[in-house]
């Protein structure tokens, strides 16, 4: 399985400071969570290739695209299939539904008998 969160490289720019922490915040949430949960995955930094970047546009589908500009990182990825941004992902989290979110089968914690 292969995984990709698309993210983007924080900008020096003072301009886009306020947008690149909430982003960064948002991209260190997902990872966190990953990790936390051994789910393997790989960061593409958007910023560094322009074919990943098109990839991103052409694999989002449409009806999740904004109304005007680009989606903004991060996007999440199995493999090809779209799973959604973080607001997607958040909602999941806090509905319990993640791991569907993530085309993932539950990991329920084993029951252990003392």
């Not at 290739?49 to 990839?55: A, F």
């Not at 990182?73 to 806090?94: A, T, V």
Request: with cysteine; aromatic share 12%; proline share 6%.
């Amino acid at each position: 399985m292969e995984w990709r969160i698309l993210w983007l490289k924080m900008r020096r720019n003072l301009r886009w400071k306020h947008q690149n922490l909430q982003i960064k915040k948002k991209q260190q949430d997902v990872v966190r969570f990953l990790e936390a949960n051994k789910i393997e995955f790989e960061e593409v930094d958007i910023t560094m290739s322009e074919e990943q970047r098109q990839w991103m546009y052409k694999n989002i589908p449409p009806e999740k695209k904004p109304a005007q500009g680009n989606p903004l990182p991060p996007q999440i990825f199995n493999g090809d299939r779209y799973c959604g941004d973080y607001d997607s992902f958040f909602e999941s989290k806090e509905s319990n539904t993640v791991y569907s979110f993530l085309g993932l089968k539950s990991r329920l914690p084993s029951k252990t008998e003392s």
